[in-house]
């Protein structure tokens, strides 16, 4: 029944409408006479992936003819939402499936609306990841992509009653029509057991004999490039139960007990790990780890062994890179497999190991990931010896270096000694990976001076920024169709769309009226969009929201030095404002729909805490009815990728607020200067380059610069104990007294909450006291440019104007030149 034409399918409506149909028949197994909206996506998912799967078919030929050096990411999470919209959009067969959908009575955004989000990620990593994976698709990189196909996603926020609850996301319920099931792409992973010295040739050799067996099933995702055939491979490991366990049952007669065993081992891949660092030496997290780590490198060797014989070729065609220090055990896996498996010897193996991996850290803290040594003495116990001959070998080369200065030696080492011995994986990365790479220049910086400052002493060439990047297809052309169409319109062109830094050519028409009147109306449309899903989902609210006000949005998870509580601590300041203004004055008042949304880990207390004062103060302040459209306070639950494609278009005003110094990069400012969403930020991580790109007068700066924190900090701690209430700006201390007496009630509740920022308790570790007079007059200016229409315009014209630098196509180039090593490999028509 399929559409063919020359062997391929076809792309016009009516071949698309046939091919739908047919899988409403015979893949849902519904009638082509009566399928509802849900139906008619699973029909169209289906009709999109075979196309994906022919190109993924021909671009792996193709590159299986060429043989091109590979990259391989190997990442723990990918945030990759939804896939419809962006697989038509970067297929090129838009407007033909709308088409094809709406002769059979559909709508093409109700249906794409159907689809549930993969959130098999935590948040800016996670979605990062996703992002660089559309680049290397759409720059034509050989790259493939590996990853954990956990049951439940991250987990998904419901409110009640104001506080957090998390409910499972088990995502796989309805299936999921994009992963194509490999079952003859499987391998053992091995745990447990213990390590042996036999002969061999003459040689001692050390056999590794495993505990336990478990089976690593791939799942393949296409993820296509656009304005390319090319449509590279996200393959996801899922954990199954060996054959091996029926023998053992057999062996015992334990019938009923080895299928519980069995079912042991699907846990492995169960469930993704919440970003908390309290879940540091949990075992399961660490045989995720390893399952992931292993099955990956079995797969990625095979193919190397099928293409070549010779080990030394290893670099030349095949780079490893290590998305933070989550994969990062990796490096004794290939160690092991090339000396014990490939009976390579140590230092060739090392030479090799080398030459392979690059690195990338996505935080500013400097106590990273850690294993316990008793951890994986059970669990890995070959893995371990391999990392201790490492950190043995460096060790002996370093005191060559640095002579026997052993407080520096301590601190440099992989191991670490003390009470809790353990494995530091971000020393481990550093020490084997050719490039350590940064995802600002602030970072880096960071990593160089503080961080990772004796490693760079030893290593300077290795450190490298490569500021981090989103993609334009997902973040103006699948979530943003109407700047999409005005900019293609203004441009001439859709190259922008392979190009961002073709964008520029916006400010050409900076004063053109006719220009920004078009440009305010792809906003107030968009606006509509976020106030009637506001109106309809946040029901109990009974929320209205004016569009004439500004949509100041603060969307990202919460944490502390996100400093979601300043942002609160603002709208309780402008509320007091309002309460004490005579009419006259209020009629000059900018109103405001001041619109939150994030995660709170499972286990942070403080940032639960947060998202309660949230809706205390929004439900104090929405109830106001002598404050009206000026002021509202709205809480998004569950945020994230889909209700981010939703409001990051509808914002007029963004939020990015954390302490200077504390975030690696960011990337959600990026988003939203990328439509046209004017920013309210910190001289932080990547804000500091946009500011470099559009100019400090086109975004609202405000609080203490990187290298003033640590020196304000200090002072805080001198001005200790007693209480300085002369120190604290009149303004913060009165809301902080309203928020502490329990104006907002949950008095008990908020006690803890108040005391991170009071001094002899929290002491106000992220600056919040110091930094509020400057963000009320950030906030000012903002308001201030607000009622200039025409002003507010241009700098959102420029804002967009400026993003092309923040496309992660020019991270990707970056990357693919300087440090994997990698040229495009085009697969023709
Ligand atoms: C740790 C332990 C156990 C389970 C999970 C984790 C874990 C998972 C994700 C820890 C950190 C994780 O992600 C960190 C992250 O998302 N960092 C952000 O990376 C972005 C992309 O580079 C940056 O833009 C952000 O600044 C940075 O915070």
Redesign the pocket.
């Known amino acids: 029944m399929y559409s063919l034409m020359d062997g391929f399918l076809k792309n016009d409506p009516i071949s698309l409408q046939k091919d739908i149909l047919h899988h409403v028949e015979y893949t849902v197994a519904r009638s082509r006479f009566s399928f509802d909206d849900f139906e008619a996506y699973q029909a169209l998912a289906h009709t999109v992936r075979d196309r994906l799967i022919e190109r993924w078919h021909d671009t792996h030929i193709y590159f299986k003819r060429t043989k091109p050096k590979r990259l391989y990411f190997l990442s723990l999470?990918f945030l990759m939402g939804r896939s419809l919209s962006n697989s038509v959009i970067n297929l090129g067969i838009e407007d033909q499936c709308a088409e094809a959908l709406n002769q059979l009575g559909f709508e093409f955004e109700v249906v794409a609306e159907q689809e549930g989000d993969a959130a098999l990620g935590?948040?800016?990593?996670?979605r990062?990841s996703a992002c660089q994976m559309d680049s290397l698709a759409t720059l034509d990189y050989p790259a493939w992509g590996y990853g954990l196909r956990y049951e439940y996603g991250l987990f998904r926020q419901i409110i009640v009653d104001g506080f957090q609850h998390e409910k499972p996301d088990y995502w796989l319920n309805f299936g999921n029509p994009w992963e194509i099931e490999r079952i003859h792409v499987t391998y053992e992973v091995k745990f447990y057991g213990t390590v042996e010295e036999v002969e061999m040739n003459g040689e001692k050799q050390k056999v590794w004999i495993p505990g336990e067996t478990v089976e690593a099933v791939a799942y393949d995702n296409p993820i296509p490039g656009y304005g390319t055939r090319n449509t590279i491979n996200l393959r996801l490991w899922a954990a199954k139960p060996s054959s091996k366990f029926d023998l053992e049952a057999y062996n015992t007669g334990d019938y009923i007990n080895s299928v519980v065993n069995r079912q042991k081992a699907e846990t492995i891949s169960n469930v993704l790990?919440?970003?908390?660092?309290s879940?540091?030496g949990k075992e399961l997290?660490l045989k995720q780890q390893y399952f992931f780590v292993s099955a990956s490198l079995q797969d990625i060797m095979r193919r190397f062994k099928e293409e070549h014989t010779n080990f030394d070729e290893l670099p030349e065609k095949v780079a490893l890179h290590l998305n933070?220090t989550?994969p990062s055990l990796s490096i004794a896996e290939v160690m092991r497999m090339l000396v014990d498996e490939e009976h390579l010897g140590w230092h060739k193996a090392w030479d090799i190991v080398c030459k392979i991996f690059s690195f990338t850290t996505?935080?500013m803290v400097t106590d990273g990931?850690k294993i316990p040594v008793d951890l994986l003495e059970s669990l890995l116990p070959r893995h371990l010896e391999i990392l201790y001959e490492i950190n043995f070998n460096f060790l002996e080369e370093l005191k060559k270096r640095i002579g026997l200065d052993y407080s520096r030696l301590a601190l440099l080492s992989i191991v670490e000694e003390g009470a809790m011995k353990s494995i530091r994986m971000a020393n481990l990365a550093i020490v084997c990976s050719h490039t350590v790479n940064g995802?600002s220049k602030l970072h880096l910086e960071r990593l160089k001076t503080k961080t990772f400052k004796d490693f760079y002493g030893l290593y300077p060439e290795k450190f490298q920024c490569k500021t981090?990047g989103v993609t334009q297809r997902r973040w103006i052309v699948v979530s943003n169709p109407g700047l999409r169409d005005l900019i293609s319109k203004w441009l001439g062109t859709e190259a922008w769309i392979r190009d961002a830094d073709l964008l520029s050519g916006l400010r050409d028409h900076l004063d053109n009226a006719d220009f920004h009147l078009e440009w305010k109306m792809v906003k107030k449309v968009n606006k509509m969009r976020l106030a009637e899903y506001i109106e309809a989902f946040l029901t109990l609210s009974l929320l209205q929201v004016s569009l004439d006000a500004m949509f100041d949005v603060q969307v990202k998870r919460i944490h502390e030095y996100k400093r979601q509580l300043l942002n609160i601590f603002g709208i309780i300041h402008r509320y007091n404002c309002l309460k004490n203004m005579d009419k006259d004055s209020r009629r000059k008042v900018v109103p405001r729909v001041c619109i939150i949304g994030g995660k709170a880990a499972p286990g942070y207390e403080i940032a639960k805490k947060i998202i309660k004062l949230c809706h205390a103060v929004a439900e104090k302040i929405n109830n106001d009815t002598d404050i009206g459209d000026l002021l509202k306070v709205v809480f998004i639950p569950d945020y994230n990728v889909s209700v981010a494609e939703l409001v990051i278009p509808g914002a007029d005003l963004s939020q990015h607020l954390s302490t200077a110094g504390n975030?690696?990069?960011?990337?959600g400012n990026m988003k939203f200067l990328m439509n046209g969403c004017l920013l309210l930020a910190t001289a932080d991580?990547s804000t500091v380059e946009i500011i470099e790109e559009i100019g400090e007068d086109n975004l609202f700066l405000f609080g203490a610069k990187v290298h003033e924190v640590e020196k304000r900090r200090q002072k805080r701690l001198s001005n200790l104990a007693p209480l300085q209430p002369a120190k604290v700006p009149l303004h913060f201390a009165r809301v902080l007294r309203m928020v502490r007496d329990g104006y907002f009630g949950h008095k008990d509740y908020f006690k803890s909450l108040c005391e991170t920022v009071e001094f002899g308790f929290g002491n106000d570790y992220y600056l919040l006291t110091s930094d509020f007079g400057s963000y009320l007059e950030a906030q000012a200016a903002a308001d201030k440019a607000f009622v200039n229409q025409d002003k507010w315009t241009r700098m959102s014209i420029l804002s967009v104007a400026g993003s092309g630098r923040f496309s992660s196509d020019r991270t990707i180039q970056d990357y693919a030149e300087s440090t994997w090593k990698i040229n495009p490999c085009r697969c023709p028509l």
């Open positions: 999470e935590n948040g800016g990593l996670a990062l790990y919440p970003d908390d660092r879940h540091q997290r933070d989550h996505h935080t990931e995802v981090n975030e690696a990069s960011g990337t991580g």
